[in-house]
T-cell receptor, first 118, second 111 residues
C-alpha cells in the first residue's frame, strides 16, 4: 500500500516551453502533497505544499508564478514549470501525505521526474 | 528550530559487516523521526519511523533504529550489510506537517 506515482519519469524540453508533471496517490487519498527538488548529490529541497482544493503554499525563494501547482483532487497534484530554462533542470520528487487514525502523518514519495531543459 | 544532522556523507562497509548510519536531531517538541532510502534516479522509500512508544523501531530490509532522547539521536543500523543496501539514506524529522531532511549519507558496500 501507499503507492505514489509520477509522470513522466523523465522529460527533455526546449528553453521557454512549459512542462507539466503529475503526482498521483494510487491507493489512498491525500489532502496534502509536497513537491521537492533535488540537485545531484544533495538532499531534498521542499518547494511547496499542495493542498487539495486550495492554493499551494510555497517555500521562501520559490517563484510561485514559475512553478504552478494544482491539487484538484484527493489523488492528483500537478507541478507545471512555466517558461523553463536550463537552470530549472533538476530531479523533481513529489510526496503524498498519508493520514491514519492514531498514527503520525507519513509522507510517501513518488519515483521522481528528471527534467532537462535544453 | 528543528534540524537534522547526519554524520558522515559517505560510509563504506564490507558485505556482511554492521551498518551504522548516524543521525542527530534538534527539536523543541517531541519528535517524529523517519529514515528513508533512495536508490539512484528513484524517489524515497520509507524504511522506518518513530512516533511514540518503543524506542527501538524495526523497519524493512532488516534495518532498525533506536530513538535516544538523552542523546537526541536516531541512528540506523543493520547487522549484516548486503550489496543491495548500497544507496543514499536520509534521516528526517517532522515539524509543522513538513519533513526536515538531513544531508544524506551514501552507503557503499564492498564485496
Amino acid at each position: 500500500g501507499a503507492v505514489v506515482s509520477q509522470h513522466p519519469s523523465w522529460v527533455i524540453c526546449k528553453s521557454g516551453t512549459s512542462v507539466k508533471i503529475e503526482c498521483r496517490s494510487l491507493d489512498f487519498q491525500a489532502t496534502t502533497m509536497f513537491w521537492y527538488r533535488q540537485f545531484p548529490k544533495q538532499s531534498l529541497m521542499l518547494m511547496a505544499t499542495s493542498n487539495e482544493g486550495s492554493k499551494a503554499t510555497y517555500e521562501q525563494g520559490v517563484e510561485k508564478d514559475k512553478f504552478l501547482i494544482n491539487h484538484a483532487s484527493l489523488t492528483l497534484s500537478t507541478l507545471t514549470v512555466t517558461s523553463a530554462h536550463p537552470e530549472d533542470s533538476s530531479f523533481y520528487i513529489c510526496s503524498a501525505n498519508l493520514r491514519l487514525a492514531g498514527s503520525v502523518n507519513t509522507q510517501y514519495f513518488g519515483p521522481g521526474t528528471r527534467l532537462t531543459v535544453l | 528550530a528543528q534540524s537534522v544532522t547526519q554524520l558522515g556523507s559517505h560510509v563504506s562497509v564490507s558485505e556482511g559487516a554492521l551498518v551504522l548510519l548516524r543521525c542527530n536531531y534538534s527539536s523543541s517538541v517531541p519528535p517524529y523521526l523517519f529514515w528513508y532510502v533512495q536508490y539512484p534516479n528513484q524517489g524515497l522509500q520509507l524504511l522506518l519511523k518513530y512516533t511514540t512508544g518503543a524506542t527501538l523501531v524495526k523497519g524493512i530490509n532488516g534495518f532498525e533504529a533506536e530513538f535516544k532522547k538523552s542523546e537526541t539521536s536516531f541512528h540506523l543500523t543493520k547487522p549484516s550489510a548486503h550489496m543491495s543496501d548500497a544507496a543514499e539514506y536520509f534521516c528526517a524529522v517532522s515539524y509543522g506537517g513538513k519533513l526536515i531532511f538531513g544531508q544524506g549519507t551514501e552507503l557503499s558496500v564492498k564485496p
